[in-house]
Nanobody, 121 residues
Framework: VQLQASGGGLVQAGGSLRLSCEASGLTFSSYAMGWFRQAPGKEREFVTYINRSGGATNYADSVRGRFTISRDYAKNTVYLQMNGLKPEDTAVYYC???????????????WGQGTLVTVSS
């Protein structure tokens, strides 16, 4: 199983980025997908998840209304559209796959390598 995250970069506050995470080696439609982030010196924290069918999503309060998760079954890819970025969104962003949706790190079986998002003020 491999989760390949991409799309991170440097952006000014108020800007947008779209992260992608391509999954291989698993049956994509059988897994819930999540995004987490980890800022320097902090624990990894939940950002959002989407269930297997794509019909249910959940967001951390800090990103709700600014971030949107989606998935493309033809491309085995989950996306994170991030708008209205703030300096406090600076972190390494990780995608994850698990059988069930969860807001907990331990709820996921597979993890990507992370992609760095830096938001300048």
């Amino acid at each position: 199983v491999q989760l390949q995250a991409s799309g991170g970069g440097l952006v000014q506050a108020g800007g947008s980025l779209r992260l992608s995470c391509e999954a291989s080696g698993l049956t994509f439609s059988s897994y819930a997908m999540g995004w987490f982030r980890q800022a320097p010196g902090k624990e990894r924290e939940f950002v959002t998840y989407i269930n297997r069918s794509g019909g249910a999503t959940n967001y951390a309060d800090s990103v709700r209304g600014r971030f949107t998760i989606s998935r493309d079954y033809a491309k085995n890819t989950v996306y994170l559209q991030m708008n209205g970025l703030k300096p406090e969104d600076t972190a390494v962003y990780y995608c994850a796959a698990g059988f069930f949706v969860s807001r907990q790190v331990r709820g996921y079986d597979y993890w990507g390598q992370g992609t760095l998002v830096t938001v300048s003020s």
